[in-house]
């Protein structure tokens, strides 16, 4: 006998918003399993209007308000029984979030929370790393968003250490992180993983989603950092029009994609990884388990 469930997570980011949402099949005598069911991305820039300007767009809280009456509608159809919607650093940043999230309670029935970048790091955390983690190993696992990148050490299977940066890809694209904040990513990593030999990394993310995909390699097999090294000289010496037209990349992931290959090479450089696998996970998948385990 299973029993099935049904939950959804909204991931309200700086480049896009998603809801994912998982049928979870849970049966006697087995380990519960987290099935992806649907996952719908809506390509709306609020860093660019929260890191520039300091608030959103009236533009772009309609079209967050449309999204949300679109997600509310698409639970309703999945049958969702349990949801949760999440806002990183783009409104974490913007003055007129309270606002936003009054608006959209009002307009979707969606309540809204705004997580620091801890909290975020720990949720993503949670995540099915289980296969990619081994308990004698240590990995360096590297979220890069479009607003802020979170890194966790991970050693005997455990988090040992995390920290959130102002630095994402968003940010990058509009000139806005300085050389100080590269300065404290490399010594955060060097200090942190200078006990450890033959640290490997794991990297999430639409970005590094993609870069892979276009490897055509096994989901279980990682990119060197000589085959991401290619790959970020490829992508630098096309136009942004090229990077469209023959790469195939959505608009909105056209310009963004250098800056976060950008981090990733620079956090394997000063770790010393020289693989990194490419998991899909992120933040929706790490929300949807904290709430079946009780974490959140």
């Not at 069911?37 to 660019?48: A, C």
């Not at 949300?68 to 007129?96: F, G, I, P, Q, W």
Request: hydrophobic content about 40%; some cysteine.
């Amino acid at each position: 006998m299973i029993k099935l469930k049904t939950f959804a997570a909204i991931d309200i980011g700086s480049n896009a918003m998603r809801l994912l949402v998982t049928n979870i099949v849970e049966q006697e005598g087995k380990e519960t399993q987290f099935n992806k069911s649907s996952l719908v991305r809506v390509p709306i820039r609020l860093g660019q209007d929260s890191f520039t300007v300091g608030e959103i767009s009236d533009e772009n809280i309609e079209r967050m308000v449309d999204a949300m009456k679109a997600y509310k509608l698409l639970m309703k159809v999945h049958k969702v029984e349990k949801y949760m919607a999440c806002a990183t650093s783009a409104m974490r940043e913007a003055n007129n979030n309270t606002e936003i999230i009054e608006i959209i309670q009002q307009e979707a029935n969606i309540k809204i929370e705004i997580i620091d970048g801890k909290k975020e790091a720990a949720i993503i955390a949670t995540s099915d790393l289980k296969e990619y983690i081994s308990t004698d190993k240590a990995y360096l696992y590297v979220d890069v968003g479009g607003g802020s990148t979170e890194f966790s050490l991970f050693s005997n299977g455990k988090i040992i250490a995390s920290k959130s940066f102002k630095n994402g890809t968003v940010r990058m694209l509009n000139n806005m992180v300085n050389e100080l904040v590269w300065i404290e990513i490399e010594k955060w990593i060097k200090i942190n993983t200078a006990p450890f030999e033959n640290i490997t990394m794991i990297g999430s993310g639409g970005n590094i989603n993609k870069l892979f995909k276009m490897t055509g390699k096994q989901q279980d097999k990682p990119l060197s950092y000589l085959n991401l090294n290619a790959q970020y000289a490829m992508l630098n010496a096309m136009t942004y029009e090229q990077r469209i037209s023959e790469l195939s990349l959505n608009p909105d992931r056209a310009d963004v994609i250098i800056p976060a290959t950008k981090i990733y090479l620079n956090a394997m450089k000063w770790s010393g990884a020289r693989y990194i696998y490419v998991p899909k996970i992120g933040l929706s998948d790490g929300i949807v388990k904290a709430m079946y385990y009780g974490r959140i």
